[in-house]
């Protein structure tokens, strides 16, 4: 049972523990508000298929290069004060591309955009890092869960107020203004990350330097993560249609099966991962990823579209915790928040990269034969990634840390 002079500490780790929970919800929510809109934005400035890609392009290769300065500024003023001066200004800057009145501006507004992405990505995935240690247990999967049910409520919001009679320009007015106060209240209770104070200096808790080879195969890992998870995000429907031949009405519910398969296990996924522990939980994600694919694949040959259900059921349950066990994992082995930033530059890569990859072999041969890129690597991720962390933790052999892991 706490004592009086430990409950303090506790309540203010539960109260980080929400805001953070807040944080991961509103950035969700702004990302999907963003996707929600960008036909509406489309339209209003007649850009067609090939400009509206330059844009989003562009948004992605800035965010990469601000998730670098981002993580160099967090290890100097640790992610607390990252967020607390940057997370509502990030909100914010969804007017920019809201109310661009041309193309040459909407491409300034993005690459602004992509620098709030940038910054937000790291500071809350470094955060969710440092306060996953000093609760002693894991909790951050339960973090990208929301992420992405605030994702998920975003689409719905903007649906429902488009339909009454809002435009698409007031709507994500409206996402940025509440989204940044929402977020200045989300990162007020944050904590600094053990042995930092509040002023964000040293109290002398050693920092740990990950080697190049090690970074770089987590980072590789990360790629074929995102990898994996884009070759749902953007062929689930594509297959059920072309592939299999479904109506027009159920087509669609390929990739809903799957992103609701991801979030419930990414909200649950933290007591997977405090039974199995990180290495045997990359394995089972990677194994379970990797047989719902083949389940996919197996579908064309006759199984239809039930049998492709099953196997986005299994791919999405998989997926879901193999990215939050690497940043956990960066967390356990001491890392700082640059090297989280690689994480989440990895996964930016990878939604940059396999949408293309996939798409450039499904033209030359066919979508089975492209969705045997994301099937590989989740075999590569079950393979791999035990043995990257088993040897991770063996260099690092962190110190025991002293935390309340009965929060």
């Not at 670098?68 to 007017?95: E, F, H, M, N």
């Not at 690689?342 to 033209?363: K, N, T, V, W």
Request: charge should be neutral.
């Amino acid at each position: 049972m706490p004592t009086a002079t430990t409950t303090p500490d506790l309540l203010a780790l539960r109260r980080a523990r929400i805001g953070l929970h807040g944080a991961f919800a509103t950035s969700g929510f702004v990302m999907g508000a963003w996707a929600a809109s960008l036909p509406g934005i489309d339209d209003r400035l007649g850009l067609g298929e090939a400009k509206l890609g330059t844009a989003l392009l562009l948004i992605q290769l800035v965010g990469l290069g601000s998730m670098v300065l981002a993580g160099r500024i967090a290890d100097r003023v640790t992610s607390r004060k990252l967020l607390l001066w940057t997370a509502p200004a990030t909100q914010l800057v969804l007017i920019a591309p809201a109310l661009a009145p041309n193309y040459t501006t909407l491409l300034a507004c993005a690459a602004l955009y992509g620098v709030g992405v940038g910054f937000i990505e790291v500071g809350i995935n470094a955060h969710s890092v440092e306060l996953e240690q000093r609760y002693g247990r894991p909790i951050i999967s339960a973090f990208h869960g929301l992420w992405s049910l605030g994702s998920a409520l975003a689409g719905a919001v903007t649906a429902i107020a488009l339909g009454i009679g809002f435009g698409g320009q007031t709507v994500l007015l409206a996402v940025a203004l509440v989204s940044a106060v929402a977020m200045a209240a989300f990162t007020s209770p944050l904590l600094p990350p053990p042995g930092r104070d509040n002023s964000g200096g040293s109290s002398g808790a050693p920092v740990r330097r990950i080697g190049v080879l090690l970074l770089a195969a987590l980072f590789v890992l990360g790629l074929g993560g995102h990898l994996i998870e884009s070759g749902a995000i953007d062929w689930a429907n594509l297959h059920a249609a072309k592939v299999l031949e479904a109506d027009d009405a159920l087509a669609p519910l390929s990739y809903t099966v799957f992103a609701v398969a991801m979030t419930v296990f990414r909200l649950f996924g933290d007591p997977i991962r405090a039974a199995l522990g990180p290495g045997r939980t990359l394995l089972w994600a990677g194994a379970t990823a990797t047989a719902g694919y083949a389940l996919v694949l197996a579908s064309g040959q006759g199984g239809g579209l039930p049998l492709a259900w099953a196997g986005w059921l299994l791919a999405g349950s998989g997926i879901a915790i193999i990215v939050p066990v690497l940043f956990s994992a960066i967390g356990q082995a001491g890392g700082t928040p640059s090297n989280v930033a690689l994480i989440s530059m990895s996964g930016s890569a990878g939604l940059l990269i396999g949408p293309a990859a996939i798409g450039y072999i499904a033209e030359a041969t066919s979508i089975t034969t492209g969705l045997l890129v994301p099937t590989v690597l989740a075999a590569f991720a079950a393979f791999a990634g035990p043995l990257t962390l088993r040897r991770l933790f063996k260099e690092q052999a962190p110190e025991p840390e002293q935390t309340p892991a009965a929060v």
